[in-house]
């Protein structure tokens, strides 16, 4: 019987995250000549003007009675409405979906009506989580590491702002799910939003996709890169819209041009080597242009959420920045945003923390208002290190976790969220005398390093009675001080690579796995690295680290301190 039980609660969930939700107005709406999309956008009953509804091609106002109405090809299969100021779109039971988007049913010529229901909100101040790559597939425990590894972390930080009352948001910056095990282990973009309705996820949501949630069973053709999208769309709607949050507008955009050329690591359904390239469809800057015309006050903070990064420092230290995006979809973006005083582009994809600073390159004054945050992984390096036993770290060494972005009006303040420790927590120290004999002694690591030679030796480590100090979400405006015995110590930045990671996760993925691949054979090297040379091997140190928000994060370290792949 208990087990019928289940089998039902899974179903109705499914039922109701399968596709998005309609509601029906008791207001009245007509179809004016021509339209093929029509509707009512209400609050409590009552019509909302002023309210703008997209296709993603065409952008029309809602009237003073709450109607809007469109002649639509329908071209992407849904309709959606830019969530104003001051309001939120409904969410049903445990979906986290907010119902801002609809289906499009019938055929392109025939007219359909389209409803949508607001609540009133004061979220002038509010906060959003950021989350990326989570990479859920339904292998190596990545399900339950999610639910009991990084979320009950992330409920705590969000409880503690719902009891001050202030309205708590997610953007998820793609690749939620993984589209090589879409059919071996059968969990696709689809059961993501399942799982975030049984797992009760804590928030609203709002998604983009990432290059792992395009079908790869979609063949190589001229309309790939749309086709792939069809599981997305069926289950998270449109893969390019807009919404407001108090004072801030933000917009999700899909910045990943999906080919699926034949090739490639074969897979169960999979046809094509699941290449892409990185630019904004012409389709979405048209629409950017007539969404962004409507935000005439040009001092509101602009919010993008993409997949992978736009501007990133060119050598990883501040300086030169690239754009990360095909020559002309990158000159047209930054020509929309450059009338805007602040632009926060919020990304995933690299698995790492990084935080670019458009003003710090001054050959390019036109990014100067921009401030890109590149964001680590949820699920770490694909969850392989928590499968291993071992602390949950991203592609350099960071651990895993999200970014908190606190907004009071068009204020803007943010901090990253370790997956399994407190956001007190914003660095960790190595005592370099103990990762050198960890590295003489382990034969795991000299197994390691006879198949890479290239990478890090740290038992040849030169300097005696020095401290290496990662800072996770290092950004160029921070500070590091580090005193002994109340003496200040000279600080050098230098990048390098992070010795845990290397015990904790790389050791486990190769030599475990019994996997030789070539690519491991190159260094890892991180920015955030700092370099302290202390006076003797037994002395404590104080380490006081500032965010760009003048926030100091301290840690005494008493030494020797010892090393391991578990180590805090």
Known sequence: MKRLLNLILMLVVAISTSAQSTFTSTLKAKAKKGATVYGVVECDGKPMAGVAVSDGYNVVLTNKKGQY???????????????????????????????????????????????????????DRHVIVALADIHIANHHNDLSSFRDIFL???????????????????????????????????????????????????????????????????????NTD??????????????YYSFNIGKIHYIMLDNIHYINKPGGKKAKGI???????????????????????????????????????????????????????????????????QPFSTVHILSGHAHRNRVTFGKDDTTQPEIANIIDHNIVAVSGSLWYASAFGGPMLGSLGEPAGCKIFNIDNKSIEWYFKPSQFSAQEQFRCFDMNAVKEYFAKNGEVK??????????????????????????????????????????????????????????????????????????????????????????????????????????????????????????
């Open 226 to 239: 749309f086709e792939a999208t069809a599981k997305y769309r069926k289950a998270f709607g449109p893969t």
């Open 152 to 222: 009950p972390g992330l409920r705590e930080e969000i409880e503690q702002y719902k009891k001050a009352g202030i309205p708590v948001y997610s953007l998820c910056l793609g690749d939620s799910s993984h589209e090589i095990y879409w059919y071996d282990y059968l969990y696709d973009i689809g059961d993501f939003r399942k799982t975030l309705a049984q797992i009760k996820y804590p928030t609203p949501l709002f998604n983009t996709m990432g290059n792992h949630d395009n079908d790869g069973a979609t063949p190589h053709g001229e």
């Open 69 to 123: 109405a469109m002649n639509s090809q329908k071209k992407n299969g849904n309709i959606f409405i830019t969530i104003p100021s001051g309001y939120e779109a409904l969410t049903v039971g445990d979906d986290v979906v907010p119902q801002f988007w609809a289906a499009l049913t019938q055929e392109p010529t025939t007219a359909e009506r389209h409803d949508f229901a607001l609540k009133a909100v004061n979220n």
């Open 447 to 568: 197994v390691f390093l006879d198949h890479f030679p290239k990478r890090t030796n740290y038992a040849e480590w030169e300097s005696e009675n020095s401290v290496m100090i990662h800072v996770w979400d290092w950004a160029p405006d921070w500070k590091i001080k580090v005193t002994e015995e109340g003496k200040e110590l000279k600080v050098v930045r230098k990048k390098a690579e992070n010795p845990q990671m290397i015990v904790a996760l790389d050791i486990p993925n190769t030599l475990w796995r019994i996997k030789f691949d070539k690519k491991n054979n190159k260094r890892k090297l991180h920015p955030h690295m700092f370099h302290v040379v202390t006076s003797a091997p037994n002395t404590t140190i104080e380490v006081t680290v500032t965010d760009s928000f003048g926030k100091e994060y301290h840690q005494t370290m008493v030494r020797p301190k010892p090393f391991s792949a578990n180590m805090k």
């Open 271 to 337: 046809v094509g080597s699941r290449n892409y390239s990185y630019d904004i469809s012409p389709e979405q800057l048209s629409w950017l242009e007539k969404d962004l015309a409507l935000v005439t006050d040009k001092t509101t903070p602009i919010v993008i959420g993409v997949h992978s990064p736009i501007y990133r420092y060119k050598n990883g230290m501040n300086g030169k920045i690239n754009i990360n995006l095909d020559e002309q979809s990158g000159k047209a973006l930054t020509a929309l945003l």
